[in-house]
């Protein structure tokens, strides 16, 4: 062993034992074995009893049950009673012991990241395991007005890892913006319907139970045109709430008619994933043009193995719309004239000619796959290539690849010649609050979009797995940056505006125009060999006439 790490060990526990002395006190060692117990098993929601606590310590039983009735009398945890466990007690940390513990998980982690060698985790430097440096964003703290158990605020959102998170860690989201939360989310390709339902409800809804809903970046100017949304600018100026911290590409997609609707909540960015261990073996570099992409997909594609080239979502309705106009934009080439988007183009045919060549080395029901199908199947090793979001980040680089041995990369999206220089589609949540809020109730929804959408919650989002940051501070968090490699890339993307919202300015027929889009797309990409210029010139069509209907 060599003495540097003997150093740095010695210097761990040494500042360990300090992080517990200031928020705990002079007693802190000697309480932590019960604190250590409940805790833990507070977190795996496992309920004890005082015999059960003291025994989980590992201290004399009566020695145990001394600091567990001192702890009380301090107000440090609760005795709670519960049927389930007869007439016995249960005990559960105090909100002001979570606070302390959260205090202490944000100085561990820093003094963990902060003493990494070379951008590593198995190596620590003892000289940097101190105070001193850049603290980064803050931990969240428990709302300053403290917990109001009469609200209960209504989430509606879709199907999202920002959202499972939300929904997994409601009892610390619920600390943090001071009442109660119900989420409920719905799947993405079902949630236009469900929201609708949810706006156009015209049942009164109570002052103490406000209603928040999530929109994704392209359906905001639809329903702010039918006055679903409250206009937030009135709400914002009496708060101390800015959009400065906010990336310029990521806070204009909260606007509409010069009007603010909705603030980001989490921003995504759409990237061709890659099994780089697979490229590597074969001596293949990364694809950046149409027809990399095709020859490494013609190579990788194994279906006896069960591996396709490449895998992409096609499936009627949104997910083949969205990524015909991802990859369209991607090029540049997402151009509207008086509101209709321009397919029968060069570019337009180079894309369908493009995802044509692809089906052979896709999925053999690739047709039928949407987001979250698209994302498993690459994380299973299924494929070799994906187009996706990076909220999915988590599950296109999962940990059973990692099992595999395999490695997953990253790339802008490849574009129709080698030299272009492609823009990055942007997508992600935004929060709304319906106009059918009486104004107690919105103001309680608005106070809560400042939290969840504030650099604390957003840092916390990452450590728990979200892949993606609305606001530049978050992304330049030391922490962050060691968390989340895809974090680092969309700040490099957004700081040299490269990525944008496809189409670039919001458009209130966005709905109408993605079905027309599937509709047309399902027959020229997986309806037998019809003609591609007769077919986008038939899709053309369609696009201008329901563009001309909406008027």
Known sequence: MHAHDRLAAIAVLDRAGEILRTELGDEAQAVWPVLSALLQSHLQDQPVSITVLADLSGLPRTSARRIISALKAKGWLEFRATSGLGSRATIVPSAWLLDRVDRITEQTVQMIVGATADGTLDRFDAVKLSRAGDAGVAWPHPAS??????????????????????????????????????ILTFPQVDYRARLDQVLTDESARDETSPLLIAIP???????????HLLELENLQAESNFSGADFYEAIWAASWFDRKLYAIPLQPTVDFLWYRQDLLEVEGLDPPRSFDDVLRIAERMHRPRLGRAGITWSAAPGLPIAETFLQILGAQGAAEFDDGVLQVDTAMGRHVIEYLRALIPFSPARVSSLDWARNARLFGAGKAAMCYHWSNRYGVLDSHALLQQGGRVGLQLHPTYASDMVPLSPLGG??????????????????????????????????????????RQSVAEDRYVKQRNRVIAVIDRLASDRQIQTIPSQALANYRDMTQTLSDHLELLLFGGDQDIRKGLGALQRALANGRRRKR
């Open 429 to 470: 949540a935004l929060l709304a609050i319906p106009a059918s809020n009486p104004e107690p109730a919105a103001r309680w929804a608005w106070r809560a979009i400042e939290t969840l959408t504030s650099s604390e919650l957003t840092k916390y989002f990452v450590l728990h797995g979200a892949a993606g940051s609305a």
């Open 145 to 182: 007005a403290g917990f109001n158990d009469i609200v209960e605020l209504t989430l509606v959102a879709y199907e999202d890892p920002v959202f499972d998170i939300l929904k997994r860690k409601r009892p610390d989201i619920e600390r943090f913006v001071g009442h109660r939360l119900r």
């Open 217 to 227: 970046f392209p359906w905001l100017a639809e329903l702010s045109r039918d006055g």
